[in-house]
C-alpha cells in the first residue's frame, strides 16, 4: 500500500510540523501529535505505525505541490474556472491520479486555499525537505510552470510567485527562463528543454543530454523522495529529453 493508501485508510500516523503539516492535517483528518507523543504513542501496543522518512518526504511533496498551485491560483484574488481546469487536467492526466487520489489533492488544494500561510511558507518548508536534491526541485517548478501558464499566458503576479520560488529554492534564473520558454513560447522549446542555448555547439549538447539523462533517469526519480503518483509525470519528462536530443541532432545532423 502506497503512503497514500495509508493515510487515505487512516491506517497511519505522522507528526509533521509547518504550513504544510496542517494543511495535510486537514485534509486527512488527522490529529496531529508532537515528536515526543509520537513516540510515546507508538511505544504502545495497537497503535498506529508511523510514516516512514521517504513516505514523509513523498507526503511534503504532494502536498506541497497542491498548496503552492492553489496559492499561485489565487495570486489574482479569485480562482478562476481555467485555473480550476488546469489543476484538475493536471491531476487527471498529468499524474493520472485515480478517482481517491483526486479527492485528495482537491482536498489539499481547498485547504491550501483558504490556509492564512503565504506560498513562500510552503515553498520554504518543501525546500527544507529536498534542498539536497535539485532534479526533484526542478520537477516542482515544471508542476508549477506548467499549470500558470495552462491558459497560454502567466500573469504579473502569478511571476511574482513563480520568481519566490526561483529564489527559495536556490534555483537559476537562466533555467527558470528555459524552462518557462516550454510552456511561454520565446525560444527553442526543445533546447530550453535541454537547457542550452541555441548557440550551444554539438559537444556541449551532448554533454547536457547525458547529465540531463542521468539525472532523470526512471531508477533514480523512483529511488527516493517523488511520490508514486508524480513518477509518471517525470517519466515523461525523461522522455521529453529524449525527444528533445533526436529533434535536435536531426535538425543539426549530429
Known amino acids: 500500500m502506497s503512503w497514500l493508501g495509508k493515510m487515505i485508510g487512516g491506517t497511519i500516523g505522522f507528526a509533521l510540523g509547518g504550513p ?7 485534509a486527512f483528518g488527522h490529529t496531529f501529535v508532537d515528536k515526543k507523543e509520537q513516540v510515546y504513542l507508538s511505544s504502545r501496543p495497537g497503535t498506529q505505525e508511523a510514516l516512514s522518512s521517504n513516505e514523509e518526504a513523498q507526503l511534503v511533496f ?25 489543476v484538475e487536467s493536471f491531476m487527471k492526466q498529468n499524474l493520472q491520479l485515480d478517482s481517491h487520489g483526486q479527492q485528495t489533492a482537491k482536498n489539499i488544494f481547498r485547504q491550501a486555499v483558504n490556509s492564512p500561510e503565504t506560498f513562500d511558507a510552503f515553498a520554504n518548508q518543501f525546500y527544507s525537505v529536498f534542498r539536497t536534491q535539485p532534479h526533484i526541485i526542478e520537477l516542482m517548478m515544471d508542476v508549477l510552470l506548467r499549470v ?27 533555467d527558470y527562463e528555459r524552462l518557462k520558454s516550454k510552456y511561454v513560447k520565446k525560444t527553442n522549446k526543445y533546447y530550453a528543454i535541454l537547457k542550452c542555448s541555441e548557440t550551444a555547439s554539438n559537444e556541449e549538447i551532448k554533454k547536457q543530454y547525458r547529465k540531463l539523462v542521468t539525472e532523470y533517469h526512471p531508477d533514480k526519480i523512483e529511488a527516493k523522495g ?26 543539426r545532423e549530429i
Open 20 to 26: 504544510i503539516g496542517a494543511v495535510a492535517g486537514a
Open 62 to 86: 504532494f502536498t506541497a505541490a497542491f498548496s503552492m498551485l492553489a496559492k499561485i491560483s489565487k495570486a489574482n484574488g479569485t480562482i478562476t474556472d481555467s485555473e480550476i481546469s488546469a
Open 148 to 174: 500558470s501558464a495552462a491558459d497560454g499566458s502567466i500573469s504579473r503576479e502569478e511571476e511574482a510567485m513563480l520568481l519566490s520560488a526561483v529564489r527559495i529554492f536556490n534555483y537559476s534564473h537562466a
Open 226 to 251: 517523488l511520490p508514486e503518483e508524480f513518477i509518471k509525470f517525470a517519466n515523461d519528462k525523461f522522455k521529453e529529453i529524449q525527444e528533445a536530443y533526436d529533434y535536435i541532432k536531426n535538425e
